[in-house]
Nanobody
Framework: QLQLVESGGGLVQPGGSLRLSCAAS????????IGWFRQAPGKEREGLSC????????IYADSIKGRFAIFKDAAKNTVYLQMNSLEPEDTGVYSC????????????????????WGQGTQVTVSS
């Protein structure tokens, strides 16, 4: 059974850091575009970052560029989102997702391009 499970969320003070994990089971992450998304209260889901399946190139949304980093551990079949310098505006439910991607094209931060989703993990940034 194909499954994505996020973990690592929690309550953190502004300026703090968290590392989110997205563990895949039932399939291999290689060959898929992998994305991290966030949904803040009362707002639409926002694409944050993704890794392209064929060449590992990474895309970041302007809102998190320079503060967040996405990386994959192929041996653990897990993707991570390292989040530094967290701000209250980063509060939300964070989800990972995978999709087939497009041949020879970079991954995109559009949720409709991703078919399989984890259940999400809550991140709250507050003092």
């Amino acid at each position: 059974q194909l499954q994505l499970v996020e973990s690592g969320g929690g309550l953190v003070q502004p300026g703090g850091s968290l590392r989110l994990s997205c563990a895949a089971s039932g399939f291999n992450l290689d060959g898929f575009d992998i994305g991290w998304f966030r949904q803040a209260p009362g707002k639409e889901r926002e694409g944050l970052s993704c890794i392209t399946n064929n060449d590992g190139k990474k895309i970041y949304a302007d809102s998190i560029k320079g503060r967040f980093a996405i990386f994959k551990d192929a041996a653990k079949n897990t993707v991570y989102l390292q989040m530094n310098s967290l701000e209250p505006e980063d509060t939300g439910v964070y989800s990972c997702a995978v999709g087939p991607g497009a041949l020879f094209k970079l991954c995109v931060l559009q949720d409709l391009k991703y078919q399989y989703w984890g259940q999400g993990t809550q991140v709250t940034v507050s003092s």
